[in-house]
Nanobody, 125 residues
């Protein structure tokens, strides 16, 4: 079992920045790939970014590439998402999730096992 607590959301103007954190407890954090997903009102959940277990590989949705940066600190059992140049279309509930070793695509939410509770990010125009 892994528990994930997400923090750092809020209200920001377009062009601003936020950093989300996902603190993990339970099984060894460094064994898992990690991902960020988001869900806007009336839309399906979508992939945002992911990172391999030791941080050597990162993956991004085209919509956030160049603006968002995913990182992790395995010593602190924490995952981060630095979001810059935010746009109103980034408004959503953001969640983190764990991806077991040797499972499938980082882009597929069905490959993730444990999920955090989500945090609201609202970008005003």
């Amino acid at each position: 079992q892994v528990q994930l607590v997400v923090s750092g959301g809020g209200l920001v103007q377009a062009g601003g920045s936020l950093r989300l954190s996902c603190a993990a407890s339970g099984r060894t954090f460094s064994n898992y790939g990690m991902g960020w997903f988001r869900q806007a009102p009336g839309k399906e959940r979508e992939f945002v970014a992911a990172i391999s277990s030791i941080g050597g590989l990162t993956y991004y949705a085209d919509s956030v590439k160049g603006r968002f940066t995913i990182s992790r600190d395995n010593a602190k059992n924490t995952l981060y998402l630095q979001m810059n140049s935010l746009k109103p279309e980034d408004t959503a509930v953001y969640s983190c999730a764990t991806k077991p070793p040797l499972s499938g695509s980082y882009y597929n939410e069905n490959e993730y096992r444990y999920w955090g509770q989500g945090t609201q990010v609202t970008v005003s125009s």
